[in-house]
Every structure is written in structure tokens, then in C-alpha cells.
């Protein structure tokens, strides 16, 4: 099993910058893929941003140019740098691992982003 835990989360103003880390402890699969996802009130989670082994990245277009995800191999972890936030960023944003040899599919808890004048 595949242990996450994230941490970053917080209130910013709009224009401001934060940085989300996910680290990834346990059986993890030397091929997968770690995301970032959110979710805000009344919506559906959705796919921001997420980093395959090997360097392929994939980046929602509605943060595209603004948000930067990366990943640190050695240290399991990735990181998501968002910058000029947004009001409609605010949401909780979700890490998720998943193997791409076996079915193995975990999310962390969870780390609200709040963007609020």
C-alpha cells in the first residue's frame, strides 16, 4: 500500500503564489503517475496537473501557464507550484497516486486552498 501525505494548503490573496507537496511513502511502483486534482463546492473533482514517471507532465488548460507541477524521484514527492491564484482556484485540492503496473489508486486527505481578498 501507498501512503500520501500533503501539506501547503492556505488563504492567499488573489495574484499570490503557493506551493502544494505530496510525498509518497510504502510499495510504490517504479512506473506511476502523481496528480493533483480539486475539488471546489457544488463541483466535480477535477484533474489539475500530474506528473508520470519518466518526466511526462499534463497540465489542466484552466491553470495552464500559471500552475507547475514537478516531482522529486528520490524523495517520492511532487509538488505543485501555483502561481497568480485566482478566486476560482479556492477549493481542496487532492494528491493522488496511482500505479501504472497494478491496480494500486490512492488520494491523500486533502489541503484546502482558499484565494480571498
Known amino acids: 500500500q501507498v501512503q500520501l501525505v500533503e501539506s501547503g494548503g492556505g488563504l492567499v490573496q488573489p495574484g499570490e503564489s503557493l506551493r502544494l507537496s505530496c510525498a509518497a511513502s510504502?510499495?510504490?511502483?517504479?512506473?506511476?503517475?502523481m496528480g493533483w486534482y480539486r475539488q471546489a463546492p457544488g463541483k466535480e473533482r477535477e484533474l489539475v496537473a500530474a506528473?508520470?514517471?519518466?518526466?511526462?507532465?499534463n497540465v489542466a488548460d484552466s491553470v495552464k501557464g500559471r500552475f507547475t507541477i514537478s516531482r522529486d524521484s528520490a524523495e517520492n514527492t511532487v509538488y505543485l507550484q501555483m502561481n497568480r491564484l485566482k478566486s476560482e482556484d479556492t477549493a481542496v485540492y487532492y494528491c493522488?497516486?496511482?500505479?501504472?503496473?497494478?491496480?494500486?489508486?490512492?488520494w491523500g486527505q486533502g489541503t484546502q486552498v482558499t484565494v480571498s481578498s
Open positions: 493522488n497516486y496511482r500505479s501504472l503496473r497494478n491496480t494500486d489508486d490512492t
Open positions: 510504502g510499495s510504490i511502483a517504479t512506473m506511476n503517475v
Open positions: 506528473s508520470f514517471t519518466g518526466g511526462v507532465t
